[in-house]
């Protein structure tokens, strides 16, 4: 038996051996107990999501469920080796390792409940404020950035690094960088500018110059709209701040204007009858507002009636259904009424010239 207690006070790095025993065990029963605690968080939180009640804690909860391996083993080992005689250097060594390696976990937690809280956003704000949640993906980008860089300036000063000085060099080089990357910036500017100024948002139809298509997303650097032929179009913010850019997602009645052309040969009687009659078949078409109806001009073929209404609705199906309805109808009325519809026709008119100069020729002669 004294032989055993001589083998464990033998001295081990300035520690006997069942200092050593007492510090891996605190060690290990540190670990079992972090990694426990995070599985509980876990699995409570996954019963959480399961339910369709919103609740309060799903956000810490996730936020802690985030929780690495790699910093339970840390914080562990810094409780075993707290029982252990150390050098001061070790022991600042061993402070300093705990410090960054709780930064980067802080720095874990915060971008976590970062997103959890943009999920939370956008799916709310679909519903309501589709341009709120087009932009939350730029405002969570921004924010993680400002968050890592503080993590890393935090980290960096704990190592002793003068970080004013950093920060100066930093500020220095950062113009050339801003120079060699002046297109990206622009982008991550100009989707700045669609965040705060809201031109359009996810779901909304844009006419972009040549391009047309619903928008998908609106990323840092570009935006993506889904083309009516289901390509999928890519443009860079700069450009499409840039850009003339109708969007008919904002659009909330179609104004719509027509003609409809008759023969020369229509008497002004029937003529005159044509706007009100226009008037009445537009008017009685559900979701419109007319707006006028009048014998415009005297075309090169046609007698030209220009009529104006509303379609009230944005919808292009519903507008291409009223338009057909109102179309046929004229047809028909026309056909009732004997008028008919002018097309492009050329009248020629011909003179004999060949028995004149003959007539010509004998009174010459004669």
């Known amino acids: 038996?004294?032989?055993?207690?001589?083998?464990?006070?033998?001295?081990?790095?300035?520690?006997?051996?069942?200092?050593?025993?007492y510090a891996a065990g605190t060690t290990l029963l540190a670990y079992l107990g972090l990694w426990i605690l995070r599985r509980i968080v876990r699995i409570y939180h996954?019963?959480?999501?399961?339910?369709?009640?919103?609740?309060?804690?799903?956000?810490?909860?996730?936020?802690?469920?985030?929780t690495s391996m790699l910093f339970m083993m840390v914080l562990a080992l810094f409780a075993g080796l707290h029982l252990l005689a150390?050098?001061?250097?070790?022991?600042?060594?061993?402070e300093s390792a705990t410090t960054i390696m709780l930064f980067w976990q802080v720095g874990l937690w915060a971008s976590a409940a970062i997103l959890a809280w943009v999920e939370r956003k956008r799916r709310s704000s679909l519903t309501t404020d589709r341009t709120f949640a087009g932009s939350l993906g730029v405002?969570?980008?921004?924010?993680?950035?400002i968050i890592w860089a503080l993590i890393?300036?935090?980290?960096?000063s704990n190592l002793g690094i003068n970080i004013t000085a950093l920060i100066t060099g930093l500020g220095i080089g950062g113009v050339a960088v801003?120079?060699?990357?002046q297109n990206i910036l622009g982008d991550l500017f100009a989707s700045l500018s669609i965040t705060f100024d809201k031109p359009f948002y996810v779901g909304d139809f844009l006419v972009i110059d040549?391009?047309?298509?619903?928008?998908?997303?609106?990323?840092i650097k570009s935006t993506r709209l889904r083309s009516l032929s289901g390509e999928q179009i890519v443009v860079s913010n700069a450009d499409l701040l840039k850009s003339r850019l109708r969007n008919f997602g904002r659009m909330n009645e179609r104004r719509v204007a027509f003609t409809v052309g008759v023969t020369y040969e229509t008497p002004a009687e029937k003529l005159e009858k044509i706007p009100a009659m226009v008037k009445e078949i537009v008017t009685a078409q559900e979701g419109t507002r007319f707006d006028r109806s009048h014998f415009a001009k005297h075309a090169a073929a046609s007698l030209d009636i220009e009529t104006v209404y509303y379609v009230l609705s944005a919808d292009y199906n519903r507008y291409m259904d009223i338009q057909q309805a109102i179309s046929l109808a004229i047809h028909r009325e026309f056909e009732r009424r004997g008028i008919?519809?002018?097309?492009?026709?050329?009248?020629?008119?011909?003179e004999r010239t060949g028995a004149r100069d003959a007539e010509l020729s004998r009174r010459k002669l004669g």
Do not use: C
Not at 1 to 21: E, G, H, K, R, T
Not at 139 to 145: H, P
Not at 210 to 219: A, P, R
């Open 210 to 219: 040549e391009f047309l298509g619903t928008v998908e997303h609106i990323g």
């Open 86 to 94: 150390k050098s001061p250097r070790t022991l600042m060594i061993l």
């Open 340 to 350: 008919e519809f002018a097309y492009p026709t050329q009248r020629l008119l011909l």
């Open 139 to 145: 405002v969570a980008f921004i924010v993680q950035a």
């Open 46 to 66: 996954k019963r959480q999501l399961a339910t369709e009640r919103v609740e309060l804690t799903e956000i810490p909860l996730e936020v802690l469920s985030r």
């Open 152 to 156: 890393l300036l935090l980290a960096l």
């Open 1 to 21: 038996m004294q032989a055993v207690a001589q083998f464990f006070s033998l001295p081990i790095f300035q520690n006997s051996l069942i200092d050593w025993s």
């Open 178 to 181: 801003a120079l060699a990357i």
